[in-house]
């Protein structure tokens, strides 16, 4: 005799009891990995259906991968807390949810005034088949022409407005932190030493400085 095919029914919402949250379409969550050893999975849930009696309870997901997920792997500009979104969608067990977390626009996150366990961003599209990203290109900062990574401390130029790490300019973080000025030695001159000069009476800094974000 043929099985008759069980009807789903799309769910609004769903309440994961094991952590006392409501997961909606839209939501970031915490899944769990394959192996203990591994850290939880980052997934956005697109869908939650069930079956006509309200259980075995699914969500349709699409998922952030790591940099050490992707083919090229973990490159020095990536952020410890860095997501892909990546086109691997996937059907699981609601059950399996953990947490719920936030995935940051890049640009918020550089904004937050501490970073928790459950921030996240992304910066990029990733095609899980072909190793490409969107956008293919980003903004390049200091003499490593390397991308921005908030997770490093960076001290931005007053003449060219470009960002670079002291360890780049034969600094330590230490006297990065305690500067009131800087120009880069492209943009160094006798007018700017002077205005270095000018304001040598004054701790006041107008300067740029960056550091790595606190965690909670």
């Not at 990546?86 to 947490?99: F, K, L, V, W």
Request: aromatic share 10%; net charge positive; proline share 3%.
């Amino acid at each position: 005799m043929a099985k008759t095919r069980t009807n789903r029914r799309t769910l609004d919402s769903y309440t994961v009891k094991s952590i006392n949250k409501t997961v909606r379409a839209g939501d970031c969550v915490l899944m769990r990995a394959s192996e203990s050893s591994k850290p939880s999975y980052v997934a956005r849930v697109e869908k939650i259906e069930s079956d006509n009696r309200g259980g075995n309870v699914r969500v349709h997901v699409r998922w952030y991968y790591r940099p050490e997920e992707s083919i090229g792997g973990r490159r020095q500009f990536h952020g410890s807390k860095e997501l892909f979104m990546s086109d691997h969608r996937d059907i699981q067990s609601a059950d399996t949810i953990e947490g719920k977390c936030t995935v940051h626009t890049f640009k918020s996150y550089t904004k937050l005034d501490a970073v928790g366990n459950e921030d996240f961003f992304c910066r990029f599209d990733y095609n899980s088949s072909t190793g490409a990203f969107n956008p293919d290109r980003v903004a390049v900062y200091c003499k490593c022409e390397m991308p921005y990574n908030p997770d490093d401390l960076m001290v931005q130029c007053e003449g060219c407005s470009d960002w670079f790490h002291p360890t780049c300019i034969d600094m330590t973080p230490e006297e990065a932190k305690s500067l009131d000025h800087f120009f880069c030695q492209n943009c160094s001159s006798e007018d700017q030493k002077k205005l270095l000069n000018s304001h040598a009476t004054s701790r006041h800094s107008d300067i740029k400085v960056e550091s790595k974000r606190r965690r909670r």
